[in-house]
């Protein structure tokens, strides 16, 4: 072990830029690693972290004021199966106004925001001190331009008592509209005839399905009166619903993690074969004195090795501060508290893996060299021979530097190759990470409704025909549509198929289709083409059984919206006369001012109804600046990477080739030309690895989406977005690759032109 | 290094400059060649001053003012034999066809014709140092300088190195020769310079006793 120790460390001094290359391209990788493990680690499971970093419950029961009272709904805490609970709080409904902006929020009485289950963590501001106070969700105040130190107006009673905003909280129940206030302060928000309940969280011994928390809930109910139990929210329907509604950000973290893995791998992989590659005229000498196979393969290991161990203590806190501002992003955008950029368990596994994989590129092409005889691995070592390596001079009309180089590019083909791989991975990568980009972007587009620009949803026991008198009273109205969503069972599937029904002219809302035709009447539905894990195609009939009664529904089309099942008030009122819509989609006249519109109808109704413009699609964080900081971020480190990878390799090179050159020197080449030769090299490798990035980061990009698609169970395809990459954008691309070559040329090439002739020659 | 060393070369003489090792005659060369520079003094070839030349100019003077002939040939291994002598009639911005021309009755005039398309690593030393002697001619520079160009070689071989030098120089080529085979350049030079430790020790025509 001696003799190896002592040859690899004086290979790490002799070598001081080749480790201190490797020492930052393993810092990059370990980086990224950390970066990517946190990322995927995060996609895989974000909504069960959140769970139990926060301890949620299984499951949150509502229960009627009017027919249980405080003490006999704590008393459940105590009930068989039940091994953990907090509550009960007192919660009602409270229409909120602020700048005449109206709001309606779950308000619940709590005064701790920690306890065994169901914890609210602060993001911004603090937890409330007494009554005045209000804490929000972060989504709620993002959504709505709310900010700490606001003051929201309760308009239940005529008092109308002001509280102000002292924080902002995100817990494991993804309905923004939620706010808290001290238990003793609920009462003089609400009429005193106003309806109140209590909220109780828990956790079950077994819950692991809905038969199961089904079960626990009929044990809830059957030790209370009949009808305490007003409603209830299972943490399974939580988690579905969290991850329906993060598929766009979880899908690109994904991708992100794995793709920016992948070409790391690559080029880290490259760097380190090519560092080896070139040692192999020590290899032949190591031999020729007596080094085994096995101790020449353990010396370049672990020439490898240190500078990559040095690395780790770089590039594991250098991931942590690196993930941060992206852990925070893609948190805010999926309602999570931002979880620690710290993940000791990542980061160790980014390290082991980044050693790994150094140690591995490292002793392969050394394996291979250690196996030869000595004379042949000092040959292969000594000269760029073999057919590859051998041209002609002759291209008379291009300068004779530049053909030169272009030669020298592929004079050592394996290394030539690597080289090349790691621009291409990079382009490829990112190729991958626009097409993406650009996708998700038409992905929203697909989805926005243009022909229509309010919602108003009824308030309390405000009646669907007044709402409707309100919006058609108002000259700029020119469409109303009627709308209420439900879940409903279909037999054969196990869970419940999210519905929408439409009353009016719904054909008029402007859902793009995917393929058919809207419905037209009683008995035929829709499908969206994002929710159909069930695979349902236009032609085919489901039986959907709504509101008790069996509704046979022939699917005519598909179309790009965020529900399963869209159907007819014609299908609906056969099984459901006495229901009425919840909300209506408003289409105003042309030219009408939205926001005049929207502060019309609420004057007219302040406590009755809530008016809001139709926005953006998302859940108010800005997602294009989540997606742009990663695409940058992927940039800027691949590029990185690639480009030392690119300088690596043509040091090497310009090191072997320093008696070439100081011949061609000698021969009247010029510094300048000895540049532009170093420099057409890279360049050529650049240009080899753009152009074949290009496609196949387009590959990459079909293949992905398509399988992300599949797993997701999204009916969406690579080919929906037909024009997802920019030409221009590609060839921009492609001449990155270049020009990180370039880049990584510079030094090399200012070295070597530099080379002192009479030194190098005399030496021979 | 040189101290206080003075010399002139006159068009068409075949100089060899003798020594010792460490005697300063690679220097000497180098210096005319312009790979190296005097801390004092001038080097003028062909009416050239080389003071205060830049490395680009220096290195166009190389392209058509000197032919170099080293002694361990300095070929480049991955250029076959034609071209290892057309890339530097392709550095001086020769034609193609012209230089195609004169590479090929080059390698005719110095027996290897027929390797033409060879690369350097089949050849045997005489045959590697003729290619270089081609090279250094390519461009029909005004000195040919010849640094030990028959050190590497067998007695037998350095003899026809010799005679193929003394051939050019009999049609016009100026030649300065480093050698530390005192017979060699007394059976082939016309001038010979002797120097030791940086110094000229001696100058005497061929047949004369030094002065």
Not at chain 2, 18 to 42: E, Q, Y
Not at chain 2, 79 to 92: G, H, P
């Amino acid at each position: 072990m001696r003799p190896v120790l002592t040859k690899a460390i004086a290979d790490v001094r002799r070598h001081r830029l080749q480790t201190l290359v490797v020492f930052v391209i393993a810092a990059l990788a370990i980086t990224v690693g950390s970066m990517g493990g946190t990322l995927l680690v995060q996609t895989t499971s974000p909504y069960d972290r959140a769970f139990a970093d926060l301890a949620g419950p299984h499951l949150i029961a509502v229960f009627d004021t009017q027919k249980v009272n405080q003490s006999q709904v704590a008393a459940t805490a105590s009930l068989p199966g039940v091994t953990a609970s907090v509550g009960p709080w007192i919660y009602a409904a409270v229409p909120f106004e602020k700048n005449k902006a109206k709001f309606a929020l779950s308000v619940l009485g709590r005064d701790d925001p920690d306890g065994k289950l169901d914890r609210e963590q602060v993001v911004v501001g603090r937890w409330i001190q007494g009554p005045g106070e209000i804490v929000v969700t972060r989504s709620f105040a993002a959504g709505n331009q709310i900010a700490i130190g606001d003051r929201l107006t309760a308009l239940g009673t005529p008092a109308k008592p002001v509280l102000a905003v002292v924080g902002e909280v995100v817990d494991v129940d993804p309905n923004p509209n939620r706010g808290w206030i001290s238990s003793g302060a609920l009462a003089s928000l609400v009429a005193a005839d106003a309806h109140l309940d209590y909220e109780m969280a828990y956790r079950f011994q077994t819950a692991t399905s809905r038969a199961d928390i089904r079960a626990d809930l009929n044990i809830l109910s059957a030790a209370l009166p009949p009808g305490a139990v007003a409603g209830s929210a299972s943490y399974l329907d939580f988690r579905d619903g969290y991850n329906f509604n993060n598929s766009l950000i979880l899908t690109f973290l994904l991708a992100f993690a794995v793709v920016a893995l992948a070409a790391v791998a690559v080029i880290v992989a490259n760097v380190v074969a090519g560092a080896v590659l070139a040692g192999y005229r020590d290899i032949g000498i190591m031999k020729a004195i007596g080094f085994s196979p096995r101790q020449v393969v353990m010396v370049f290991v672990i020439q490898m090795l240190l500078p990559a161990l040095a690395a780790g203590v770089v590039g594991v806190p250098l991931g942590a501060i690196a993930s941060k501002p992206l852990l925070d992003q893609a948190a805010q955008a999926m309602s999570l508290p931002p979880p620690s950029p710290l993940a000791p368990g990542v980061d160790l596994i980014a390290l082991a893996v980044s050693l790994g994989l150094i140690a591995l590129a490292a002793a392969l092409p050394a394996w291979r060299a250690g196996r030869m005889d000595a004379v042949t691995a000092i040959t292969t070592g000594a000269a760029p021979a073999g057919r590859y390596a051998n041209r002609r001079v002759g291209w008379w009309r291009v300068p004779e530097a530049l053909t030169l180089g272009v030669g020298d590019a592929f004079a050592r083909p394996l290394r030539g190759g690597l080289t090349a791989v790691a621009i291409l991975a990079g382009v490829a990568t990112l190729v991958f990470a626009s097409g993406l980009y650009s996708a998700i972007l038409k992905f929203n587009d697909l989805f926005a409704q243009p022909a229509f620009q309010v919602t108003a949803s009824r308030l309390g026991g405000y009646s669907d025909a007044a709402t409707i008198d309100v919006l058609q009273q108002d000259s700029e109205t020119n469409l109303v549509v009627g709308e209420r969503q439900l879940t409903v069972a279909v037999p054969g599937q196990p869970d419940p198929v999210p519905m929408t029904i439409f009353r009016g002219r719904s054909q008029q809302l402007g859902y793009r289709m995917a393929e058919g035709r809207w419905f037209g009447g009683p008995g035929e539905a829709v499908v969206g083409v994002v929710l159909n894990p069930y695979h349902w195609r236009v032609g085919q009939t489901v039986d959907a059984q709504v509101a008790g009664g069996q509704v046979p529904l022939r699917i005519v089309g598909t179309c790009y919206c965020f529900w399963t099942l869209g159907m007819d008030w014609s299908s609906y009122a056969p099984v459901a006369p006495t229901a009425e819509p919840t909300d209506y989609i408003v289409q105003l006249r042309p030219g009408a001012n939205v926001d005049a519109y929207v502060g019309r109808i609420s004057a007219a109704q302040p406590d009755f109804l809530l008016v809001q413009p139709i926005s953006t699609f998302g859940s108010g964080f800005d997602i294009e600046a989540a997606l742009d900081a990663m695409v940058v971020a992927l940039a800027v480190i691949l590029g990185a990477i690639a480009g030392l990878g690119v300088f690596n390799a043509l040091l090497l090179t310009t090191r072997e080739r320093v008696r070439d050159i100081a011949i061609l020197k000698a021969l009247g080449m010029t510094p300048g030309q000895v540049t532009a030769m170093v420099v057409a090299s890279a360049g050529v490798l650049g240009l080899v690895g753009g152009v074949v990035g290009i496609p196949a980061g387009i590959g990459l990009y079909r293949y992905l989406v398509d399988a992300m698609a599949r797993v997701a169970g999204f009916s969406i395809t690579s080919g929906t977005f037909p024009n997802s990459f920019d030409p221009v954008q590609l060839v921009l691309l492609a001449l990155a690759g270049v020009l990180v070559a370039l880049l990584g040329a510079i030094l090399p090439a200012r070295w070597a032109a530099r080379t002192a002739v009479v030194n190098v020659l005399n030496l021979e | 290094m040189l101290d206080g060393l003075s010399l002139q070369v006159a068009d068409g003489e075949f100089t060899a400059v003798m020594g010792p090792s460490g005697s300063g005659k690679s220097t000497l060369l180098n210096l005319v060649a312009g790979l190296d520079r005097p801390t004092s003094g001038t080097v003028t070839v062909g009416g050239t001053r080389l003071a205060g030349m830049g490395e680009t100019e220096l290195a166009r003077f190389r392209r058509s003012g000197i032919g170099f002939i080293f002694q361990f040939f300095h070929l480049l291994n991955n250029l076959c034999v034609v071209d290892n002598v057309l890339i530097a009639a392709q550095l001086a911005g020769g034609q193609e066809a012209a230089s195609r021309a004169r590479a090929q009755q080059l390698l005719d005039e110095l027996g290897i014709g027929a390797k033409a398309r060879e690369y350097p690593a089949k050849l045997s030393g005489g045959e590697r140092q003729r290619v270089a002697i081609a090279r250094a001619l390519i461009n029909r520079p005004a000195v040919l300088l010849a640094d030990e160009p028959t050190g590497a070689l067998d007695s037998s071989t350095g003899e026809q190195v010799m005679e193929l030098l003394v051939a050019f120089n009999q049609r016009g080529q100026t030649i300065l020769l480093a050698s530390h085979d005192l017979q060699l350049v007394a059976r082939h030079a016309r001038r010979v310079i002797n120097m030791r430790d940086g110094k000229l020790t001696g100058d005497s025509q061929a047949g004369e006793s030094e002065r």
